[in-house]
């Protein structure tokens, strides 16, 4: 069970050649832009062109050139949150968060609306449109989405990346909370933010042109870099200062 792929898509002037697997576990995909992180997301939901190889969840084929199967994003039971959030400015918080609930009835899916107001604390604010919350509201809403299907797959594309710190750190906070204790979803977390990725990885897999160069424990990958180019991504002098490292 988990999940298992085995990717190969050529795109001008870039190809991406990736094989992994995971479990009950929040893997960080970590590297440069352009390294082809965001585009293993995007065949893991189905929203990108396909190329060759396979994408199984739970013992179920999403994706596989060889077999012709290609599920269509609605079916993959995979929740997203993209960078910009890509709420619907024209929808209430209510309504975004009911956008998530495809193929589940009205009643429950209202059930199933009221308890994430409920955990993300966005009681009271269910009404009002996107520009009339606060930013870390916005996430909240953005998560509540991706979870009300209780999906058997998390896939976040740096999500806090346009959160000042402070901020950045509660939604880490209120993120982890939820995943650990509500909901338990494998999740795959993109990021460029090196503490993000030491902090709440249980692996970390390095991404360069298109490749994983290295994959392990946080503190295995950050500590023991493979070669230059993973010691010059990782550098722990991006860490903040104070960080102590074992």
Same mark, same amino acid.
């Given at each position: ?156 594309? +740096?999500?806090?990346?346009?959160? #000042?710190?402070? &901020?950045?750190?509660?939604?880490? $906070?209120?993120?982890? %909370?939820? =995943? ?15 503490? +993000?990725?030491?902090?709440?990885? #249980?692996?970390? &897999?390095?991404?360069?042109?298109? $490749?994983?160069?290295? %994959?392990? =424990? ?29």
């Amino acid at each position: 069970m988990g999940l298992e792929l085995n990717i190969k898509t050529d795109l001008p002037g870039f190809s991406l050649d990736v094989s992994w697997s995971m479990h009950s576990e929040l893997v960080v995909l970590f590297g440069h832009s352009g390294a082809g992180k965001s585009l293993t997301l995007q065949t893991i939901a189905g929203i990108s062109r396909q190329g060759g190889g396979y994408v199984k969840l739970n013992g179920r084929m999403l994706f596989n050139r060889a077999m012709g199967i290609n599920l269509p994003p609605q079916q993959r039971s995979v929740g997203y949150v993209f960078q910009d959030l890509a709420l619907f400015p024209h929808m209430t918080v209510r309504q975004n968060i009911l956008y998530g609930a495809y193929g589940i009835d009205k009643s429950t899916a209202r059930q199933k609306c009221a308890v994430m107001l409920e955990l993300f604390r966005l009681n009271g604010q269910e009404d009002k449109y996107p520009h009339e919350i606060s930013g870390g509201q916005k996430q909240r809403v953005a998560f509540a989405r991706a979870l009300i299907r209780k999906p058997d797959l998390l896939l976040l594309d +740096e999500p806090f990346s346009s959160l #000042d710190n402070p &901020l950045r750190l509660e939604m880490r $906070r209120c993120l982890m %909370s939820v =995943l650990k204790e509500d909901f338990c979803v494998p999740t795959v977390l993109v990021t460029h933010d090196v503490l +993000e990725a030491y902090t709440l990885a #249980d692996r970390v &897999l390095i991404y360069s042109n298109g $490749r994983v160069i290295q %994959s392990g =424990l946080p503190q295995e990958v950050f500590n023991n870099p493979l070669n230059h180019e993973v010691t010059s991504l990782v550098n722990l002098k991006n860490l903040y200062p104070g960080y102590l490292f074992t």
